[in-house]
């Protein structure tokens, strides 16, 4: 097993491709299992320890070629726009939990035991909104997202519990950084913002610009990936991704103001049906589990290395 590669789905997006340099650095093989549909080949590096399958998860044929004869996954693979999924609800769960599911059943057969899997925020809904939400908080998912992430979950700990499945469950609040594609109007907001700022294109805000959200730097992110595949044991129970700290779009601005010298036009416009109003994550088990950095990266520090500044 010593060259068996880890298997990153969803490996060439933006989340994945940072994870997948951490990995060659940390001298891993790695094999990418992504469907092109948001990911880029581009964002890989040329190396002979990557291999990329272009397929897609809701193949299970294609899963369990993938799988065999890999010492762990990293399950990264969906749609990760939550209003693409309230869009098109039964294309996103091909991918969010068909996906899921057949990569439960590809690693029994194939005897590979440790998978992290990238749940969500989003299975909280609106619960505990204004306050640091535990993980204990009671869960509402409000959209296909939500559902599908949440539904994963429990198909990972029924694995766990009858097949001695290694998973751990991360609820990421919202990542940020190099590479998070900003094309598409579901796109992650920090992409969005500073790709328009850079280039002077006017800004939309939806809402009022006040709602908060938890955003953690990409590279931090990774670095818990990385003790967690590591870890000799598992512990049970999904884990919150964030920092515990509240920012509302409004001050995003006005930190990407500072940072880039200006800003162009920002309209507010109606809020997005279902949108979140508040979130912020408790991490006191995450910071229990694993070793953040420290200190972590802020939100200047973030955007100026996004921004290559
Ligand atoms: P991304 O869109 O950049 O990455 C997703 C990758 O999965 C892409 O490369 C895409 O091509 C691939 N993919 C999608 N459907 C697939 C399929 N059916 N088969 C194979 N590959 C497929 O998004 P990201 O932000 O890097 O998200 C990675 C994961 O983290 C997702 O599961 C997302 O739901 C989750 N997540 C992200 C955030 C965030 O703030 N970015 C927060 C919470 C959870
Ligand atoms: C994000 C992630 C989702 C994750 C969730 C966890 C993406 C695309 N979405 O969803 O995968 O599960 O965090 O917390 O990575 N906004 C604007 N103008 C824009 C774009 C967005 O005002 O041009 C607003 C939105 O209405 C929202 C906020 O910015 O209020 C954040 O939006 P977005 O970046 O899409 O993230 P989430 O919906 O929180």
Excluded: W
Aim: hydrophobic content about 40%.
């Amino acid at each position: 097993m010593a060259d068996a590669p880890i298997l990153v789905t969803g490996g060439a997006g933006f989340i994945g491709s940072n994870l997948v340099d951490a990995l060659l650095a940390r001298g891993y093989a790695v094999r990418v299992l992504d469907n092109l549909s948001t990911g880029k080949r581009e964002n890989l590096p040329q190396d002979p320890r990557v291999e990329l399958i272009v397929g897609d998860v809701a193949d299970a044929g294609c899963v369990r070629r993938a799988v065999q004869g890999c010492r762990a996954v990293v399950h990264l693979a969906a749609v990760a726009s939550v209003q693409a999924s309230v869009d098109d609800p039964f294309g996103t769960h091909q991918s969010n939990l068909i996906g899921t599911l057949n990569l439960c059943e590809a690693m029994r057969k194939a005897g590979v035991k440790r998978v992290l899997f990238a749940s969500s925020a989003a299975v909280y809904g609106n619960n505990g909104e204004g306050q640091a939400i535990d993980e204990d908080t009671p869960k509402a998912p409000l959209t296909p997202y939500a559902a599908d992430k949440l539904a994963s979950e429990h198909y990972l700990d029924f694995y766990r519990r009858q097949h001695g499945l290694e998973p751990v469950v991360f609820r990421f609040f919202n990542i940020f950084g190099p590479r998070q594609d900003p094309s598409s109007p579901y796109s992650g907001v920090i992409s969005i913002f500073t790709e328009r700022a850079q280039k002077g294109l006017p800004i939309a805000v939806f809402g009022d610009g006040e709602q908060t959200r938890d955003f953690l730097y990409v590279a931090d992110l990774v670095e818990v990936l990385m003790q967690a595949l590591e870890a000799p044991e598992v512990m049970e129970g999904a884990v919150n991704v964030g920092l515990n700290q509240a920012t509302s779009l409004n001050q995003l601005l006005a930190a990407i103001s500072d940072v880039l010298g200006g800003l162009p036009e920002v309209s507010y416009q109606a809020a997005r049906p279902g949108d979140i109003r508040h979130s912020r994550a408790n991490n006191a088990r995450l910071v229990q589990r694993y070793r953040l950095p420290e200190p972590p990266t802020c939100m200047r520090e973030g955007l100026a290395k996004l921004l290559g500044l």
